[in-house]
């Protein structure tokens, strides 16, 4: 039943386990990356792959573990993750939401979240979303039959290709914000006007703190 | 109606507040190193934005930068990873015409010491930098902040930083300190009282006779470590000492600009019967030479002190880390480094402290390597013109080029398996020097002083 204020329509992949960390999301030898990209290919890394990693490898050449949900063949084309209690646990670092998103998931799943991993989210457009063990067994058991996933945000609602499996919470700022894509600068930046002419006021008053640097020195 | 200094800098650049209750505040400046801008320009990049205001960005490289042979220029990191990031930094601020002070400029060095000596660091302005030390420019009545990536981007695009309104907290150093008890040892002893979690929630200012009569190089070691105190910002009062520091900077503003900015400056000081969420009061006087002997800047005491008993699991486990039993005096810890530098303590009052005491002598044969690391290539220069460098290589300390180096060794510069050091910089966290090492935080004074006996010495006694 496709819905007109669908969010988001994919096929789920269960990841069945309590405190998935940071470390576990993104190992930290590729926190020195330089990007904000390209962390998908390390998502999850050392389940993954049957050797350890390192930043600049060309992963085709890694032995994959193919005992690892995300590399099984019905899961490879998975955008929601499902997950259990406490996920993103661990550092505040956005390089785990920047690896999932990278990755291509759109939608995260779970019990509960981390508190930090999930204001990261939303910092980055992922949704994350908590629901009670209960439903997230319905949802396992679509992910295993391949069944569509379709999230209706707008009504805060899942359905399934033929039923409704669960309402959610979400702050209703949040939910604005994913919904018009503003992400937090977008939404400061909806104040453009208004910083400019505080600007304008500023120079005005304290012209010295905007001499051109460069002249300087 | 009576505001305090952290109320009215907040006054002057609040913009407005988003939907979601929290606040705009305008931002003046904002400092950039090598480490945590790179996915921020990136993130700028992917969303087709560019940043708000070019002439309020200031970079420099400092965490990566080898403090060894600098003739290499870039060629002289050999990590490669590491280099990527200072070429990173190089490119983004070339693409988007941001002015930096890179590997080969002379000005280089730590961000932090940079901004104020440069007079890029003005009273009153709002300053943020994807560091937390970022604290330390609050010794020149700035609101400084340190941030995340997701915030360096933000900065970028909007010249502005969503944030939450801090609670109010001063402290008081009153009476006067003794000889050879310095503004690290005023640090130390506040974050020792309060704990590292004391300010949390609070923007710390610093005041008292003490701090009056401070120099500005002082407010700032004082200052940098606000944040180890849990405080997002400290701050010092805006009064002579701050105008003749700033006068003649580079980028301190000349002529009938300079009249109209010391004019507005004056105002900045807490009002009169400003009210404090909370008040600490500390008697100057009674404050030691302070040493660390743990892995948390709380975990410190004074110089003639004994190991404590642990009271609880952290303090124990902190104990078998540093390999030190309850008990066992300061100053029989047998010291194997010295590190002198940070952006806490390698300003040039620094680096002249620790000289006054090593002139003329010679560090212990125990201690395997003594490191001095200005903070800036102009520090340096300085303290070449005084002929500190001669004094501190004559002592057997050697003599680096400027950089962050064993603050977090993330350059070759790094303790080795269970080396003990005496170092002036701002974290005792385990590793932070290098895997297995053991660091007490310290006084350059009382650094120089522990090279030459090889263990801890109360630096009072060696200068009566
Ligand atoms: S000197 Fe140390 S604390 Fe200061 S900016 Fe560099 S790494 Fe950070």
């Known amino acids: ?116 991993f999930y204001n990261n989210c939303f910092n980055n457009g992922l949704l994350p979303i908590v629901l009670d063990s209960k439903e997230i067994d319905q949802l396992l058991d679509l992910a295993d039959q391949r069944q569509q996933i379709e999230i209706d945000l707008e009504n805060q609602i899942i359905f399934s290709v033929d039923s409704e499996i669960a309402h959610f919470d979400i702050d209703p700022f949040r939910k604005k914000c994913i919904l018009e894509g503003l992400d937090e600068i977008g939404l400061s930046l909806t104040h453009s006007e208004q910083i400019k002419e505080f600007e304008k006021n500023r120079i005005l008053d304290s012209p010295w703190i905007f001499i051109d640097e460069k002249e300087n020195g | ?279 600490i009061i500390i008697d100057g006087s009674s404050i030691a030479p302070q040493v660390t002997w743990g892995t948390s800047p709380e975990m410190v005491i004074d110089i003639d002190g004994s190991i404590p008993e642990p009271t609880s699991d952290s303090m124990k486990h902190a104990l078998d880390y540093m390999n030190l039993e309850s008990g066992k005096r300061i100053k029989d810890i047998r010291l194997d480094q010295i590190f002198i530098g940070s952006c806490t303590n390698s300003r040039i009052e620094d680096l002249r402290e620790a000289a006054k005491i090593l002139e003329g002598k010679k560090i212990s044969s125990t201690i395997k390597r003594a490191i001095v690391v200005p903070g800036s290539g102009l520090v340096s220069k300085q303290a070449i013109e005084e002929g500190l460098d001669e004094i501190f290589i004559q002592s057997g300390f050697e003599w680096r080029a400027p950089g962050c180096s064993m603050c977090l060794a993330m350059n070759p510069d790094q303790l080795g398996d269970g080396e003990h050091c005496a170092s002036t910089s701002n974290r005792n966290f385990e590793g932070r020097q290098g895997y297995g090492g053991r660091t007490h935080l310290v006084s350059p004074a009382t650094a120089a002083a522990s090279a030459i006996q090889g263990s801890f010495v109360d630096v009072r006694d060696f200068i009566s």
């Open chain 1, 1 to 116: 039943m496709k819905n007109t204020s669908t969010f988001h329509a994919g096929q789920a992949v269960p990841l069945e386990r309590d405190n998935i960390d940071t470390d576990q999301i993104i190992p930290k030898q590729f926190l020195k990356s330089i990007k904000k990209s390209g962390f998908g290919q390390n998502l999850f890394d050392a389940w993954r792959y049957e050797d350890e990693g390192f930043p600049g490898q060309d992963v085709s050449l890694r032995k994959v573990n193919k005992e690892f949900i995300l590399n099984q063949d019905k899961f490879l084309d998975s955008d929601i993750l499902i997950s259990k209690k406490n996920f993103g646990c661990g550092s505040s670092r956005e390089h785990a939401v920047w690896s999932l998103l990278d990755y291509g998931f759109k939608v995260v799943i779970a019990e509960s979240f981390a508190d930090i």
């Open chain 2, 1 to 279: 109606m009576s505001y305090t200094l952290y109320d009215k800098l907040w006054n002057l650049h609040e913009v407005t507040q988003r939907a979601d209750n929290t606040y705009l505040l305008y931002i003046d400046r904002h400092l950039i190193h090598e480490v945590t801008s790179p996915q921020a320009f990136e993130g700028l990049k992917l969303a087709g934005r560019s940043p708000w205001r070019i002439s309020a960005n200031i970079a420099t490289p400092d965490h990566n930068v080898p403090t060894t042979d600098r003739s290499k220029g870039l060629e002289g990191i050999y990590d490669e990873v590491a280099k990527l990031q200072v070429v990173t930094l190089d490119d983004n601020c070339k693409e988007h015409d941001i002015l930096q002070f890179d590997i080969h400029d002379r000005r280089q060095g730590i961000v932090h010491v940079v901004g104020p000596e440069q007079g890029l660091t003005l009273p009153g302005m709002t300053i943020v930098c994807g560091d937390s030390h970022t604290s330390t420019h609050g010794a020149l009545a700035t609101l400084s902040m340190g941030i995340g990536t997701s915030e360096v981007e933000h900065v970028l695009a909007t010249q502005c930083l969503k944030t939450s309104k801090l609670k109010n907290m001063r402290v008081t150093i009153s009476g006067e300190l003794q000889d050879g008890v310095t503004p690290k040892d005023v640090t130390l002893a506040v974050i020792g009282q309060i704990g590292t979690a004391g300010g949390t929630g609070y923007a710390i200012e610093y005041s008292g006779s003490v701090i009056e009569n401070m120099s500005i190089e002082g407010r700032m070691t004082v200052c940098n470590m606000a944040i180890e105190a849990g405080a997002r910002a400290g701050l010092v009062a805006y009064d002579k000492t701050t105008e003749d520091y700033i006068r003649n900077r580079p980028f301190a503003p000349k002529g009938e600009k300079w009249l109209e900015a010391i004019n507005q400056w004056k105002d900045l000081i807490s009002d009169k019967g400003s009210y404090f969420d909370k008040e």
